[in-house]
């Protein structure tokens, strides 16, 4: 008896850590979301583009040999009983990223972007961070009377993109996802970016793609 015990509170412990390492963060659902929002900021043809359906069908619950049968061990059933809700948290949910705060948000940084920040990502002036905001790389780039506007616009761009990766976190139900957020979007922000943009590796130095 204390045996079946012991294994029924290991089963269930393994369990509980599966669940809460699965559903803790989407990181892959969370990379397609910044995708589509760089998409939507820097693509010439992205604006009002709807995200795709998701092409992950969920699996059916297992039919495994002891599946509800009265002659499996307790500790059988009780696992089987549990793996539909693991499997469920495997799959990979689609991420809100519609609101009006979002679309507000991605409407100032798409009309920022081309009218000015694409110009000076071009120049190699700006180039991206590590941790998914803007930097002035190369002040020299540009006119002494321009430099105070080029920070500006520099300021404007990462507050609006610190507000964007709350946000999304916030529709989501999640605000503590803020942080994971802004990691998905940052290595997004770089695998985008054009030839010849700047960006930033790991130990923060300059590379050019």
């Not at 499996?72 to 689609?94: F, G, H, K, Q």
């Not at 993109?161 to 998905?184: C, F, K, S, T, V």
Request: aromatic share 6%; charged share 15%.
């Amino acid at each position: 008896m204390r045996k079946s015990a012991f294994v029924l509170a290991a089963v269930f412990a393994l369990l509980a850590g599966c669940v809460t390492i699965n559903v803790y963060f989407p990181a892959a659902a969370a990379q397609k979301a910044a995708e589509q929002v760089i998409g939507n900021v820097m693509g010439p043809d992205a604006s009002g583009r709807t995200p795709p359906p998701s092409s992950g069908a969920q699996p059916p619950p297992s039919s495994g040999s002891s599946s509800g049968g009265r002659n499996a061990p307790l500790a059988s059933r009780v696992l089987d009983a549990m793996i539909p809700a693991a499997s469920a948290a495997e799959t990979e949910p689609n991420l809100t990223i519609r609101t009006p705060a979002i679309d507000a948000i991605q409407a100032r940084m798409r009309a920022r972007f081309h009218a000015s920040l694409k110009a000076l990502l071009d120049s190699g002036v700006v180039g991206f961070t590590h941790n998914g905001d803007v930097a002035v790389r190369d002040p020299a780039g540009v006119p002494l009377s321009e430099r105070a506007q080029v920070n500006q616009t520099v300021a404007a761009e990462n507050s609006d993109r610190a507000q964007l990766y709350q946000q999304i976190a916030d529709a989501n139900g999640h605000p503590e996802w803020a942080g994971r957020m802004r990691e998905a979007f940052a290595r997004q922000w770089i695998n985008m970016a054009h030839p010849g943009w700047y960006y930033q590796d790991a130990s923060g130095n300059w590379e050019r793609k």
